[in-house]
């Protein structure tokens, strides 16, 4: 099975798991631990190939959805033996966007040829899952956290481009894209790196104005 491949299932089957843990901290039922799993483990790379207007990845071959119901059903059987879910979430949270990063990049590549394209499908793809599983499941959207977030995503991104387009061989572009993107998110959650935020003034009032 070949790298990038292999990244994709895994990105699924992780950010799935983030999905079911949602539903885990919100206690629902195992339906609403499948539709979250899912929600999260496909919805950005759905999101990703409606953009580019190519077949969605999971009609063509339902083994992701396989793959997101079975990690449902295991959350639902242990997640209770979790001391903190959220830290968990976050962690594996970590893991997808690296995974999918690499892997939306990939295949916006494919199919356009342009960098600029595959970095965004590679944002956008490790991002949009997260977003819907945060909207749905009433959860603090991790893109508002402090912490660097969508940077790892684009640099794991244009790693993984950069190396593709200089010729390295797809094993070692998609590895150093992960970790490039790893190591960013997750040195951003163990010390907490962020960017300058901004420092805005109140507005005047509209009496006030010339």
């Known amino acids: 099975m070949p790298f990038v491949t292999f990244l994709d299932y895994a990105g699924v089957a992780?950010?799935?798991?983030?999905?079911?843990?949602?539903?885990?901290?919100?206690?629902?039922?195992?339906?609403?631990?499948?539709?979250?799993?899912?929600?999260?483990?496909?919805?950005?790379?759905?999101?990703?190939?409606?953009?580019?207007?190519?077949?969605?990845?999971w009609v063509i071959n339902r083994d992701y959805v396989w793959i997101c119901a079975s990690v449902a059903v295991l959350v639902f059987l242990t997640a209770h033996r979790f001391e903190s879910r959220y830290k968990l979430l976050l962690w594996l949270d970590a893991v997808g966007i690296?995974?999918?990063?690499?892997?939306?990049?990939?295949?916006?590549?494919?199919?356009?040829?342009?960098?600029?394209?595959?970095?965004?499908?590679?944002?956008?793809?490790?991002?949009f899952g997260g977003i819907l599983r945060d909207l749905l499941a009433g959860e603090p959207s991790v893109l508002l956290r402090p912490e660097i977030y969508v940077t790892a995503t684009l640099i794991g991104a244009a790693v993984y481009t950069g190396a593709d387009?200089?010729?390295?061989?797809?094993?070692?572009?998609?590895?150093?894209?992960?970790?490039?993107?790893?190591?960013?998110?997750?040195?951003?959650?163990?010390?907490?790196?962020?960017?300058?935020?901004?420092?805005?003034?109140?507005?005047?009032?509209?009496?006030?104005?010339?």
Do not use: C, N, Q
Not at 42 to 51: A, E, K, Q, V
Not at 112 to 123: E, L, Q
């Open 98 to 127: 690296s995974a999918f990063s690499v892997m939306g990049a990939a295949k916006g590549l494919v199919v356009t040829g342009s960098v600029s394209v595959a970095i965004i499908t590679g944002m956008l793809t490790a991002t």
């Open 14 to 57: 992780v950010f799935a798991a983030t999905g079911a843990l949602a539903a885990s901290r919100k206690e629902l039922d195992i339906i609403g631990f499948l539709f979250l799993a899912s929600v999260t483990g496909i919805g950005g790379g759905t999101f990703r190939d409606l953009i580019l207007g190519i077949p969605v990845f």
């Open 165 to 210: 387009i200089a010729g390295l061989a797809p094993l070692l572009a998609s590895i150093l894209g992960f970790v490039a993107a790893f190591i960013v998110r997750g040195g951003a959650l163990r010390f907490g790196w962020t960017f300058p935020a901004y420092k805005g003034r109140p507005g005047r009032h509209p009496d006030d104005i010339p």
